[in-house]
């Protein structure tokens, strides 16, 4: 393994802590921001605690823990899953919402642009590999966006609210739903 390596691992672990620290003010905890920013991301399919438990690669004790705290302050709310009825559906809720447009990640986001300017591309490409990698060798799932699976048929239906479809789920979605992450996700490349 190079120096170089050992750095970018250290300066990654290092940004890591310090957006951590930035999520200890307030009423949240890191576990239940990264929480609200998985079901805001995440498609209708993956607002489940089991998804949200594969992509935070916790415990489903932990998940359970996190979801009753954000419950409890408001922030996600449970409804009965009609496809399946020994799970629910997770949603934020509008305090959630607004939760989240203090993100301190957006904060990081725009150290990032001040930083990198336009070779914010290049970073973002780059970040992308190592994850991949990563994923691969934790035999994780990739949780990437939807219009990038291999499952998605780009209009395929002919309706303008729901012009695409996923030919594994048989469902069809919506423009919104495609720009989503999902626990099903395998890579078209
Ligand atoms: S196309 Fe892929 S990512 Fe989209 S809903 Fe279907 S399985 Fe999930």
């Not at 990654?12 to 949240?28: H, K």
């Not at 009965?80 to 939760?99: C, E, F, I, M, Y």
């Not at 301190?104 to 994850?131: K, Q, W, Y």
Request: with cysteine; charged share 30%; aromatic share 4%.
């Amino acid at each position: 393994m190079s120096d170089d390596a050992l750095a970018v691992a250290n300066l990654l672990e290092r940004i890591g802590q310090l957006v951590r620290s930035d999520e200890q003010v307030g009423d949240l905890y890191p576990a239940q921001w990264a929480a609200l920013r998985y079901l805001s991301r995440a498609n209708r399919f993956s607002r489940n605690p089991m998804a949200l438990t594969r992509y935070l690669g916790t415990t489903r004790g932990t998940t359970s823990q996190t979801l009753i705290a954000l419950e409890r302050k408001g922030y996600v709310s449970r409804t009965a899953n009609p496809r399946d009825k020994r799970s629910v559906d997770l949603d934020l809720t509008k305090q959630g919402h607004a939760k989240l447009r203090g993100d301190p990640v957006a904060r990081v986001a725009g150290v990032i642009e001040d930083a990198l300017g336009r070779e914010t591309p290049v970073a973002r490409d780059h970040l992308s590999r190592i994850l991949h990698h990563l994923i691969d060798l934790n035999n994780a799932r990739m949780f990437g966006l939807c219009h990038t699976c291999r499952h998605f048929r780009r209009d395929a239906t002919g309706s303008k609210a729901s012009p695409h479809r996923c030919s594994l789920l048989e469902a069809d979605l919506s423009d919104e739903d495609s720009e989503k992450i999902c626990v099903e996700h395998e890579s078209a490349t």
